[in-house]
């Protein structure tokens, strides 16, 4: 009888952590938020970015092993609306990241 109290008690415990939204997931469906990108680690691979960017971005071009992908920037109206998020992998891990001029 103890064990299903003690069972009980734990899973009531961890049910509202469980139910916690985290700060990047979905937050921002579609686009790229300054949190977002603040929280992106070098190293991750291309799918962590887009679990952690909500969106998988575009691919832009490849040279020398190294390809790059874009990713729409959530723009709330200050600066200049004509940005993209750029994140550079080598294989399947992310070497750089930088916010960049969008392609005419």
């Known amino acids: 009888?103890?064990?299903?109290?003690?069972?009980?008690?734990?899973?009531?415990?961890?049910?509202?952590?469980?139910?916690i939204p985290t700060a990047t997931s979905a937050d921002t469906p579609g686009c790229v938020s300054r949190a977002e990108y603040d929280n992106m680690v070098i190293g991750i691979g291309p799918a962590s970015v887009a679990n952690r960017f909500d969106t998988n971005g575009w691919y832009i071009g490849?040279?020398?092993?190294?390809?790059?992908?874009?990713?729409?920037?959530?723009?709330?109206?200050?600066?200049?609306?004509?940005?993209?998020?750029v994140v550079a992998y080598d294989l399947d891990s992310a070497l750089s990241k930088w916010?960049?001029?969008?392609?005419q």
Do not use: H, Q
């Not at 009888?1 to 139910?19: E, F, H, N």
């Not at 916010?99 to 392609?103: G, K, M, T, V």
């Open 1 to 19: 009888m103890k064990r299903l109290l003690w069972g009980t008690a734990a899973l009531a415990l961890s049910l509202p952590v469980a139910l």
């Open 62 to 85: 490849e040279n020398d092993n190294v390809f790059k992908r874009g990713y729409e920037p959530c723009w709330d109206g200050s600066g200049d609306a004509n940005r993209k998020v």
């Open 99 to 103: 916010w960049d001029i969008r392609d």
